[in-house]
């Protein structure tokens, strides 16, 4: 049964941007979720994660897509988003959300995948010039 699922995946231009949403049973409003993406030949790579801390959100983001990507989280409508603008060619990748069991991200585990345990399929995003 698919718990997570990612939609908004598409091609897009570099300087361009795209909003992806992420939904489904896995989805709890106590939870640390993230977003990650893993390009041909590599690693899954952890992107961007948030939390809730108090009345506001904890974030938490890789240097590679800090000041471009928007992490953020409907709680009522049980929805992730990541909101990516000025893409660049490198951004191209299948992009996953993730939940992990605890509300903690963690300063120095936040990115890290194995932290995780409910996965979406992945959305593919293609960025061209």
């Known amino acids: 049964q698919v718990q997570l699922a990612e939609s908004g995946g598409a091609s897009a231009q570099a300087g361009g941007s795209l909003r992806l949403s992420c939904t489904g049973s896995?989805?709890?409003?106590?939870?640390?979720m993230g977003w990650f993406r893993q390009a041909p030949g590599n690693q899954r790579e952890g992107i961007a994660a948030?939390?809730?801390?108090?009345?506001?959100?904890?974030?938490f983001y890789s240097d590679s897509v800090k000041g471009r990507f928007t992490i953020s989280r409907d709680n009522a409508k049980k929805s992730l988003y990541l909101q990516m603008d000025s893409l660049k060619l490198d951004d191209t990748a299948v992009y996953y959300c993730?939940?992990?069991?605890?509300?903690?991200?963690?300063?120095?585990?936040?990115?890290?995948?194995?932290?995780?345990?409910?996965w979406g399929q992945g959305t593919q995003v293609t960025v061209s010039s």
């Open positions: 993730a939940a992990r069991p605890t509300s903690v991200c963690g300063r120095e585990t936040w990115n890290s995948t194995t932290a995780y345990r409910t």
């Open positions: 896995g989805y709890d409003s106590t939870l640390c």
């Open positions: 948030i939390t809730r801390l108090g009345a506001s959100f904890l974030t």
